[in-house]
């Protein structure tokens, strides 16, 4: 936990509560232990989608497919969302939870591996995307970023959860576990790309797991 314990639960209390179907799947995923975005993000994405008001959506990390579903229920009627996903067992859910989400007609599910399908969509001039949610394999950020300019647009933005990894990107790799060190090291290499870019402004937020907010600016 970034914030105060007591904090966060007392503004998840204010939180409207979701539609029943994604309550369903919300519920469904913390009970088998998939990770999913948390009360607080969700929250900041939905003000970020009214504010934003995108027409296209890219999300890298599709997992059972709740974000891309959330995101549907909130954003502009005319909005498409793109999806990702690799793993076989994530994807069997995702296809069938976007399948018969409401909005579900309005998400596209890619299978396969991020990198190889953010560098075919970046050789598609076709393919821009204002609004992008990047929630996948967190060593792999850095990876993604250089793709991910391609099809940003100036004035989209791009979102990166899980970020601050329960504070412990602010530690010294010293004291991380010998396991966890890889995945340290790229995302304070990663955090420190993005707020060092020209292209970019960025914020880093203690929402939920830690959240960056960038906008594209040349």
């Known amino acids: 936990m970034i914030v105060d314990e007591r904090i966060t639960a007392y503004i998840n209390t204010l939180e409207r509560e979701l539609p029943t179907h994604l309550y369903e799947l919300e519920k469904s995923a913390l009970l088998e232990g998939v990770p999913i975005i948390r009360k607080e993000t969700q929250t900041f994405l939905r003000f970020l989608l009214a504010l934003k008001k995108p027409r296209r959506i890219l999300e890298i990390g599709a997992a059972v497919g709740f974000s891309s579903i959330f995101m549907s229920e909130y954003m502009p009627k005319d909005c498409s969302i793109t999806t990702i996903e690799k793993v076989e ?14 909005k579900g007609d309005k998400i596209t599910l890619l299978e396969g591996d991020a990198l190889v399908l953010l ?22 950020y850095m990876n993604f970023l ?6 940003l ?20 790799r010293y004291v991380i576990t010998r396991r966890d060190r890889t995945i340290h090291t790229r995302m304070r290499e990663y955090l420190y790309t993005l707020t060092h ?4 402004e960025t914020a ?3 929402v939920g797991d830690g959240v960056t907010v960038s906008t594209k600016v040349k």
């Open 153 to 172: 647009p100036k004035g989209g933005l791009l979102v990166t959860d899980n970020v601050l990894q329960e504070g412990s990107v602010a530690q010294s």
């Open 146 to 151: 250089p793709e991910i300019m391609k099809i």
């Open 89 to 102: 067992m994530q994807l069997v859910k995702a296809r069938k939870n976007i399948s018969s989400a409401p």
């Open 204 to 206: 880093v937020l203690p």
């Open 197 to 200: 870019m020209e292209e970019l």
């Open 119 to 140: 560098k075919k969509l970046a050789t598609d001039g076709q393919n821009v995307f204002d609004f992008i949610f990047l929630d996948a394999a967190k060593a792999q």
